[in-house]
């Protein structure tokens, strides 16, 4: 990594814990972090950008008798550490104390650090990640062109970049993470009957020699996108509902951030009362793993320093844990779960894993996109724009858009029928599609 103020970055990070002591800090905590990457996209065979970046930043959060106090800056150069400093600590002596402030316990703090295998050195020029959006645009259009149709390709893109950082605090505690990625991803528009369907597609690994070609990615992107054509509306009903990889990880976004710690101390969760409760059918799992080798959320420790463990968050079907920080464990009176900065690796694991969901459903909505806003973690309650693809008789039969579907999250968690086999491995959770047995869906 590149030097820091004439010094290595561990040694900075030091300085900076010994001058925030001598300021009068009871504690405190340091997060210096540096990244760097590039981004391309092209549209029409041509480059339309190219944006390079390099990022350093400091967190430096200060606590006077449980009084907290946190500045950041973005400018890593000495005048710009020490204002930072005094900003935080000036903060720390106009805030009310909180009992809950304040570092983790020094025997929850990590002790073990495994190689992960977070960090690989994705060395590519931006020429070659030029070739590679416009390999992946003209994988789009050769697609199109195979199937006799005309379709355009709104932008194609490749970024590539890498990080480091440091979680160091005044209890000892001293943690380093890196980490890479790249991803691409492809935008195309098509047009049947003055109508225009847009869809997409997209990748991403930590190790660029595990990426699939290119011109796949922009194979997909036109395949959903032709396959949008000629959508309509259906009628009113009420049917079971199957959502894709894609869209299954947004119903089990909205249970993380109900368990979250701070939706749990405000009061403002669906399932704040459901700890040890059934949740899911009893065939259902999920398994929360830190340590997946190049895993898109491993951790040795998270936000506060504080040992990752793995655990089921739900075992057959039981809501098994929350997330929580040091801060927010304290507020409920609990145990932290080594969760700041949120959910690590999940993976579903049930036994009823089916390979053919579209059959198993019947008749009934396949959601493969969704759109708006309309979920309340605070009530459960859930409505949401969408498209995909109507099924009669155990197949496809016409796109559909123009949808709504609503229903109540817990209903929706019970009545969960399957899971399927096409796993997402594009993200920190890990699972197929899920079929739930009915809902709401409003149409024409």
């Known amino acids: ?202 990748d991403a690994t930590r190790d660029i020699g595990l990426f699939p070609p290119p011109e796949n990615i922009g194979k997909i992107a036109a395949y959903r996108t032709l396959e949008r054509l000629g959508s309509r509306k259906v009628k009113s009903t009420k049917a079971p509902v199957l959502f894709d990889p894609s869209c299954a990880k947004s119903l089990m976004g909205h249970m993380l951030s109900a368990i979250s710690g701070s939706a749990l101390y405000q009061e403002s969760s669906f399932l704040k009362n459901d700890l040890h409760q ?43 844990g929350f997330l929580l920080s040091v801060y927010s464990a304290r507020r409920l009176g609990l145990q932290t779960t080594g969760n700041a900065g949120g959910a690590h690796n999940l993976e579903v694991q049930t036994t009823t894993t089916d390979s053919a969901l579209i059959k198993t459903m019947n008749r009934g909505l396949y959601v493969t996109s969704l759109m708006g806003q309309g979920v309340n973690t605070v009530t459960g309650d859930y409505s949401r724009g969408a498209s995909g693809f109507w099924v009669e008789n155990g197949e496809i039969q016409f796109p559909v858009s123009e949808l709504t579907i609503a229903g109540q999250l817990k209903d929706m968690y019970k009545s969960l029928v399957a899971t399927g086999n096409d796993v997402d491995k594009r993200s920190k959770t890990l699972t197929g599609s899920w079929l739930i047995d009915e809902m709401t869906i409003a149409g024409d």
């Open 278 to 320: 059934q949740l899911f059918p009893t065939w259902f799992n999920l398994f929360e793993d830190p340590f997946i080798p190049s895993g898109f959320a491993s951790r040795n420790f998270d936000s506060n320093g504080v040992q990752t463990k793995q655990r089921h968050l739900i075992k057959d079907g039981v809501l098994n």
């Open 1 to 202: 990594m590149r030097p820091l103020i004439h010094m290595s970055s561990t040694d900075f990070v030091e300085k900076v814990l010994t001058q925030l002591s001598k300021k009068g800090a009871t504690q405190a905590e340091v997060v210096y972090s540096e990244g760097s990457g590039v981004s391309v996209s092209c549209r029409n065979g041509e480059v339309d950008t190219i944006e390079n970046n390099q990022d350093r930043s400091l967190i430096v959060t200060v606590y006077k008798d449980q009084a907290k106090g946190s500045a950041s800056t973005a400018v890593v150069d000495q005048h710009s550490v020490d204002l930072t400093i005094e900003k935080a600590m000036a903060i720390a002596s106009l805030t009310e104390p909180d009992e809950a402030a304040g570092l983790a316990e020094k025997a929850l703090l990590a002790t073990e650090f495994k190689d992960l295998q977070t960090f690989y050195n994705n060395e590519k020029s931006a020429d070659e990640l030029v070739q590679m959006a416009l390999t992946a645009e003209q994988g789009a259009v050769d697609y199109a062109a195979q199937q006799g149709q005309a379709i355009n390709v709104d932008e194609s893109n490749v970024q590539l970049g890498d990080g480091y950082s440091i979680y160091a605090n005044s209890q000892g505690f001293f943690g380093e993470k890196k980490g890479s990625n790249v991803s691409a991803s492809v935008v195309c528009i098509a047009e049947q009957d003055d109508v225009m369907e847009r869809e997409y597609w997209w």
